[in-house]
């Protein structure tokens, strides 16, 4: 009787291996054993009940035709698969009865698709944020490279050279809303594309979890179901040698499937200390893009833009002070907000320019008390973008005698010190050079409006900005 179950499976094996190429007989045929043949029909052993759904999906013909080479018109085939405790329960290919059957991982609220009867994959939750949209992400300098690409990649994921993408920057600079977005727009477009975003840290529980229940083969089966798999934080592999191995048998296989791979970090690849090489080798594959820190245009605009979406109208003397004193972090700018607003509500207090100063310590080291002549100069080096030492030496390269005089003028508008003392901030000069220097300046002033704009800003930053 032995020899006749198996001499059935292995003819319809044979009929199998001839039609289909030998990765995919290795991979979804080899595992199978044939268990008994009864009243024709002959019973399978596969590994889980991922596997009979798969074989189900794509092999279903094949095996028919498979069967009636082995057994006749008649020939059936019937599943069996394993529980935990090893007990083998059944399947029918012609009866999809659920029988309660679960292998797997804890998934943490990730809907494991290969515990769900039917042929046909199942949709699962993909754990996206729906707020973080490409409508709400704010483009500017320091991240236009990044977003065009995740652009694209919405549009054909998998099908651009972008793949992976690497998007990494310090904290708070929009990696994980940009890298939603783009799942969120491959959602909007492919309704039928399985899409995941997982934190690093939850993807190793997953996999640690996987690993003490025996159930390693149907976590990676589960992760190679994926269309578009968004992982945060990757830099926090660095270090976990099985992790990694087992990450890096998940991205070829994707990779190698056409399915997109989305990886933020808050260091470039080259950086990751305890990676391994093979994995920062496949990092660089696609495109790695950095996020900037936003310049004050863009940190203005995100600003009112989370503004109109709370409904908020806060003074603009307010909003230009904020994102004049809120640098580094995009966050920090909503976290403001939220104070600001908390404070006027709870306090029953106007939101002024006082509130501000208030709310804006809690963020930052402390308010400028007073104007000083060095940071006069710092701000006016950086926007002619020159060397601060420059200003005091003996250079005269005009673009910074037009920085260094109009630093001077400044100097003596804004801050209470003598003509002396503003000279000697600037090389020990005397201060018939600061008088020289602000005639200078309010001549260019007269003749050339757009310098007379850029005075302007700059003293606005000079009254705003903080030390």
Same mark, same amino acid.
């Given at each position: ?147 065009? &690409? =995740? *652009? ?9 050279? @972008? #793949?992976? +993408?690497?998007?990494? $920057? ?67 592999? &660095? =270090? *976990? ?9 998940? @991205? #070829?296989? +994707?990779?190698?499937? $056409? ?209």
């Amino acid at each position: 009787m032995n020899e006749d179950f198996t001499t059935a499976w292995n003819a319809c094996a044979e009929y199998i291996k001839s039609n289909i190429n030998p990765q995919s007989f290795k991979t979804w045929f080899e595992p199978i054993k044939a268990v008994k043949l009864e009243e024709n029909v002959l019973t399978i052993q596969v590994p889980n009940k991922f596997f009979y759904e798969w074989l189900e999906e794509n092999y279903i013909d094949l095996l028919k035709k498979g069967l009636q080479i082995s057994l006749g018109e008649g020939g059936r085939l019937e599943y069996q698969f394993l529980m935990e405790n090893h007990r083998a329960v059944g399947q029918s290919a012609t009866n999809k009865q659920d029988h309660s059957i679960q292998k797997g991982f804890d998934t943490d609220e990730i809907k494991n698709p290969f515990v769900i009867p039917g042929i046909k994959r199942v949709k699962f939750n993909p754990q996206l944020n729906e707020n973080y949209t490409f409508k709400n992400y704010i483009e500017g300098d320091c991240n236009r490279l990044a977003r065009s &690409a =995740g *652009k694209a990649i919405a549009e054909n994921p998998g099908g651009t050279a @972008f #793949n992976p +993408l690497v998007i990494y $920057g310090d904290v708070g600079l929009g990696k994980t809303h940009l890298a939603q977005a783009i799942g969120n727009a491959v959602l909007q477009k492919f309704k039928n594309k399985n899409i995941l975003y997982v934190s690093t840290e939850k993807f190793t529980n997953q996999l640690i979890q996987s690993i003490k229940t025996n159930a390693v083969t149907d976590f990676v089966n589960f992760y190679q179901l994926i269309d578009v798999l968004i992982i945060d934080d990757i830099q926090f592999l &660095a =270090g *976990k040698t099985k992790t990694q191995e087992i990450f890096f048998n998940i @991205f #070829n296989h +994707l990779h190698q499937g $056409g399915k997109q791979i989305i990886l933020t970090s808050d260091r470039a690849p080259k950086d990751m200390a305890s990676m391994e090489d093979r994995l920062i080798s496949r990092f660089k594959w696609g495109l790695v893009a950095d996020l900037q820190i936003p310049d004050y245009e863009t940190r203005l605009a995100i600003l009112e833009s989370k503004m109109n979406k709370e409904g908020i109208d806060l003074p603009g003397d307010v909003t230009e002070f904020i994102c004049y004193n809120i640098k580094n972090n995009i966050r920090e700018l909503e976290g403001v907000l939220i104070q600001l607003i908390a404070q006027a509500s709870l306090n029953q207090r106007q939101i002024d320019m006082m509130l501000a100063k208030e709310v804006i310590q809690s963020f930052v080291n402390q308010l400028n008390k007073e104007i000083t002549v060095e940071n006069i100069k710092q701000l006016v080096a950086d926007h002619f973008q020159v060397p601060i030492e420059k200003l005091g030496g003996k250079t005269r390269k005009r673009s910074i005698v037009i920085a260094r005089q109009l630093s001077m003028y400044l100097a003596k508008n804004l801050t209470n010190k003598s003509l002396k003392n503003i000279g000697n901030n600037f090389g020990g000069r005397d201060h018939s050079t600061v008088i020289y220097s602000c005639k200078a300046v309010q001549d260019l002033m007269d003749t050339d409006l757009i310098f007379k704009d850029t005075v302007a800003e700059l003293e606005k930053k000079v009254q705003l900005s903080l030390s």
